[in-house]
């Protein structure tokens, strides 16, 4: 019991002179932990999050003067669509009031129907799973790459079926899923691809810009992201028609694009998915931040990698392709308990709660609450789904790679 007071690697206390990397590691005695009573390596408070530009404060005193709330009476939201695209190199950006009605207008656009299929990844969000149910199609779960946190392109094709209309890879963390053999399965079965990038803003894959390889791409600005305005989205795509039907459906139907007038009436189905002029302003605030925060991350991520990379145990993620880059939403690692004398993962992630570094084990299988059996019972899904395929789908076994 002893030895497991020294535990925390000594990598992991704030640089100071006399810890300073020498080259060498595992060789100067550790402090006792804070779980017993030690001081913890991080005393100092970290940033409130969200953080923002005082700039921001003018512009929706503006906004709220004008009386000129949304977007059909303002031209914030317009702005922001436009600084959006070149911030992220997408050809069209949507603005949406949240990522998930920017998913639900992607999926819409590229016809995911009542009675489909969508093959997802497991390790996401729940938003990911709801936006498919509310389209009344099933998620198919593909699983992870251990390494990498995203959709193994390998367990892909064996989740294809009659019913498969798209690919939802989720670029979770901000880690950029494998692309390029996604977007060949998904062109070789006809599928449609729309890429979860609710946590992956300015994130590469390659020399590619996350959100602008699938057909369409989904961003979110809730609080916690990176780029936050209270709540907020966006779609992208290089593709005009296909963005030309987002914005209708996400305005109640109205044409739009060429040739489209204003008084033309409501020829499509559609919703009400719009932002406020007041999330634009504070977005367009944010993004002036945007290129520079993601730098930061990156380079203290690089830091982080550089150091846990010598401890035996902890195996930071990896990337899908060279030259990619993380948006780092969060930084995932892997623990292995056996270089740890079989410290159980909850212990580890306490001690380093106790340490003052903020943790957590990561995302559960959040459709097993209720929200599946909810779904799959309900009137609907009895009528669209043979009794048989739901009854599969019920007790494919849910040991999915990164969920507990
Ligand atoms: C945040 C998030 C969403 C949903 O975005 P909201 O803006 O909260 O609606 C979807 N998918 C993932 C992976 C997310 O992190």
Known sequence: AAKKTNLLPQHLYPRTKSNAPSGKTGTTQASPLALHGGTPVRTKDWLKWPVWDPGAEEPILEVLR??????LRGTRVDEFEKAYGELIGARRVLATASGTTALETALHVMEVDAGDEVIVSPYTFIATYNVVFNQKALPVFADTDQSTFTIDPEKI?????????????????GLPAHMDPIMAIARKHKL?????????????????KIGTIGDLGCFSFQNSKNIPAGEGGAVTGNDDRLMDLCHSYHNCGRPY????????GYPLLGGNKRMMEFQAVILFSQMK??????DLRLEN?????????????????????SGSKSAYHIYPLRYKKEHFDDLPREKFLSALQAEG??????????YKDGVMEEVLSSRGFKRLFPQQRLKRYREEPVSYTHLT
């Open 357 to 366: 570094i903020p943790c957590s084990s990561g995302y559960e299988a959040q």
């Open 301 to 321: 991520a690089l830091y982080l990698d550089s150091k846990l990379k010598e401890i035996p145990g902890i195996i930071p993620y990896e990337l899908t392709k």
């Open 66 to 71: 004008s009386g000129d709330w949304f977007r």
């Open 192 to 208: 449609a691809v729309v890429e979860d990038a609710c946590q992956a803003w300015l994130a590469l894959y390659g020399d590619k």
């Open 157 to 173: 094709e064996e989740k294809i079926s009659d019913r498969t209309r798209a690919i939802l890879p989720v670029h979770i963390f």
């Open 289 to 294: 931040r945007a290129r520079a925060d993601f």
């Open 257 to 264: 694009g060429k040739g489209a007038s204003e008084y033309a």
